[in-house]
């Protein structure tokens, strides 16, 4: 069965309803080219208009029963069209957000969600100043065309997170982010989703924003062997990748890493 999944690279601005309109034309594109899903990116939700002073939450959240995500679900169930999404998830317990991912199946229901764990403190930028850490790793959830893993953004760094997810059966890892530009990031962005999907033997697709300056986009589609699906550039666009599942079994017969795992080496414990 051929899974075609659509990868919106976009523009978020600061007003959550903008987005949430911006949301809507992906979601009628890509169920006009009969997409099974549509990925957004980390952030989709909102970004500030300006960097925010050190230790300020990040403004502009909702509980995840408030106007973005319902919103969300509505395009969902209107499209029949499965949907994951960025968002900024508030809760009353902490002024600092979570920095949420989103699943939402076509029938319109909240599946799943993912709070970012790995947050990126790092190359002098704190994103811990602004969010607190999920606690718990995604684990990966059954659909009609596949079972789906999910990571956002600089998880990617983390082999681990992607690793135990293939092991729990995920076809599709799905890497929702908001990757930095700057020296030798987009060879970083390429050769991380390249890696996770050559050691895992599953389709990785990262959907990345896109902000002049300050994301550089270039999402992209990566097959279980790491050969490129396809790429964006660096402009808002939505592509669609048509991903044959029979490819996954193929490729972990011919290289089953996954099967020749000696744990008796790798664990710690």
Request: charged letters at 20%; aromatic letters at 8%.
């Amino acid at each position: 069965m051929d899974t075609r999944i659509a990868i919106a690279q976009i523009n978020a601005s600061s007003d959550p309803q903008q987005n949430l309109r911006t949301a809507a034309r992906m979601a009628a594109e890509a169920a006009q080219k009969q997409a099974h899903l549509l990925m957004l990116p980390e952030y989709t939700m909102t970004y500030p208009d300006h960097r925010l002073p050190d230790g300020v939450p990040f403004p502009g959240g909702q509980p995840l029963d408030g106007p973005f995500v319902s919103g969300l679900r509505e395009l969902a169930a209107t499209h029949r069209l499965w949907i994951t999404c960025g968002v900024i998830e508030q809760t009353p317990d902490d002024p600092r957000p979570y920095n949420t991912t989103v699943v939402i199946s076509d029938q319109g229901e909240l599946v799943a969600s993912h709070r970012k764990c790995q947050l990126y403190d790092a190359f002098s930028y704190r994103e811990s100043d602004h969010f607190r850490p999920g606690m718990s790793r995604f684990t990966p959830i059954q659909t009609p065309f596949g079972t789906l893993g999910l990571i956002v953004c600089y998880e990617l760094r983390y082999p681990e997170l992607a690793r135990l997810q293939a092991i729990e059966g995920a076809e599709f890892l799905l890497v929702t982010a908001a990757f930095v530009c700057g020296k030798q990031k987009a060879q970083q962005w390429h050769t991380l989703l390249a890696a996770r999907a050559v050691e895992n033997g599953c389709f990785v697709l990262g959907c990345n924003h896109v902000k002049p300056k300050v994301f550089l986009g270039e999402s992209a589609a990566y097959a279980p062997d790491g050969q490129t699906i396809m790429e964006c550039g660096d402009t808002p666009e939505l592509m669609v990748v048509t991903c044959d599942r029979s490819q996954i079994g193929m490729v972990r017969e011919s290289c089953p890493v996954l099967r020749q795992r000696r744990e008796d080496l790798y664990s710690l414990k």
